[in-house]
């Protein structure tokens, strides 16, 4: 869909009193904003006097979805040079508002981009860590199979990240070194985990034979294609 760019001298004289889907760009981030209102004029100056709105299909407001707003907030204020203060998140069913205050919240995200800009500025590609998003990424086939190489511990998905921090802070980074530390008796959860371990792996390996069918099926379709 084509999106509309405002310049960034209307977004400071608050031209418009709202904005349906804009997309924003500043420096390196442009953000697919849902809308920008426009509120008072702002007594501060510096301020800006949008307030990005994002809408929710969901009842319940994570944590991620609040940053996204904050994240289309960061880059209205990079764009336009003022900082919005306020922004909503219309959510759920009865379409539900949820007003919030940004300074803290932008703050944060600011942080993430810095340590997003790092990842980006290194040569090598970050080693993945399995989370419970992947079913829906579409790298999901890339990256298990790089964790499966790696034989790491974001394999057992029983594992919490809390866990799994403290198994790495005692030098335990794969799946056969938590084996090693196995004692039965001693340490049930791990034999827990061991065992979720050995099932999943299982599954893995169907799970790259089905996929490695499949390629081979296309390639042999795609053959058939070009020949016909
Ligand atoms: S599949 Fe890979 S890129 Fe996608 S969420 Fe999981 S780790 Fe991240």
């Avoid at 299982?202 to 996929?211: A, M, N, V, Y």
């Amino acid at each position: 869909m084509l999106r509309w760019h405002p310049r960034p001298e209307d977004l400071r004289s608050a031209k418009y009193p709202l904005i349906l889907q804009p997309l924003i760009t500043a420096e390196d981030a442009e953000s697919h904003v849902h809308a920008l209102e426009r509120r008072e004029v702002p007594t501060q100056k510096g301020h800006s006097a949008y307030m990005p709105i994002r809408f929710v299909p969901f009842e319940k407001i994570s944590k991620h979805y609040k940053l996204m707003l904050a994240f289309d907030a960061l880059v209205l204020w990079k764009a336009s040079g003022q900082m919005p203060t306020k922004g909503t998140i219309i959510h759920g069913l009865q379409h539900t508002i949820l007003g919030l205050r940004l300074d803290t919240l932008i703050h944060e995200v600011q942080l993430l981009v810095g340590k997003l800009r790092a990842l980006l500025s290194e040569s090598i590609p970050p080693d993945p860590v399995l989370i419970k998003h992947c079913s829906e990424c579409e790298f999901e086939t890339y990256c298990r199979k790089r964790v499966a190489e790696k034989d790491d511990l974001s394999l057992l998905d029983s594992l919490s990240v809390t866990e799994r921090a403290k198994l790495n802070a005692k030098g335990i980074f794969t799946v056969t070194q938590l084996a090693y530390t196995f004692r039965r008796a001693a340490a049930p959860n791990v034999w827990h985990h061991a065992k979720r371990s050995i099932t999943m792996l299982s599954r893995l390996s169907q799970f790259e034979t089905k996929d490695s069918h499949s390629r081979e099926a296309r390639v042999s379709n795609q053959g058939n294609t070009s020949l016909s």
